[in-house]
């Protein structure tokens, strides 16, 4: 289930709007398929909110990620698991399609190396040994001061829609594994795409003047 709101109030200030964002996106998670987070390997989205920074947008989210049998056995054979995390903002145009106006794009990897017994998560030239696949999969959960890249010029009074995802992408695997993903839902692995309409948070404005 697709689930979408809109916050409705009057001029409230950045805190207030952010506390808002927070509570209605909590709401709509609430909505997604009970099947997403009992299954055996899944992503699902637990808590999402965005903030004004000084250099435009940011947002923090909690996943809750699980390997089933298939995907625990091929990091094990060496196999490097590709993670993304997207977050699109989008403008609804009612005579053509949606415009997406900014973008928050990262993949990460999950590797294990059998000669130390460490799992390891890389998000470029960044790398942390994790001791357990648990520890590795809590790391790639959470989601903090992850920037939002405008493609133009945001504005608070503006309603956008959100839609925020992770997904494992096959398209990174070795050539013989994506045969294998074919029609397998084994390597299907992906939270499904939230979305919700908001309203930006109020940016801060930078007195240059104040010491």
């Given at each position: ?6 916050l ?38 637990k ?19 699980t ?5 625990e056995h ?10 993304v ?26 590797s ?17 040994n ?7 999969l809590?790391?790639?959960?959470r ?33 013989p ?32 003047n104040?010491?």
């Amino acid at each position: 289930m697709t689930a979408f709101f809109m916050l409705c109030c009057s001029k409230p200030d950045a805190f207030a709007r952010r506390l808002l964002v927070t509570v209605m996106v909590l709401l709509a998670i609430a909505l997604l398929p009970a099947t997403l987070a009992h299954a055996e390997g899944g992503i699902q989205i637990k808590w999402v909110a965005m903030e004004a920074v000084d250099e435009g947008y940011q947002f923090d989210a909690d996943f809750g990620v699980t390997l089933n049998a298939k995907l625990e056995h091929a990091l094990e054979k060496g196999i490097v698991l590709y993670f993304v995390t997207e977050l699109n903002l989008m403008n609804s145009r009612w005579y053509w399609f949606d415009e997406r106006v900014a973008q928050s794009r990262v993949r990460e990897g999950l590797s294990y190396y059998a000669l130390t017994r460490q799992y390891r998560l890389s998000r470029g030239t960044f790398l942390q040994n994790f001791g357990t696949l648990a520890e590795a999969l809590q790391a790639l959960s959470r989601v903090r001061n992850r920037p939002i890249i405008a493609n133009t010029e945001l504005k608070h009074d503006t309603e956008y829609t959100v839609e925020i995802r992770m997904r494992l992408d096959i398209s990174a695997l070795p050539k013989p594994f994506q045969v294998e993903t074919l029609g397998s839902r084994e390597w299907d692995l992906s939270s499904g795409m939230l979305r919700w309409s908001t309203r930006l948070p109020v940016q801060k404005i930078q007195d240059n003047n104040m010491p």
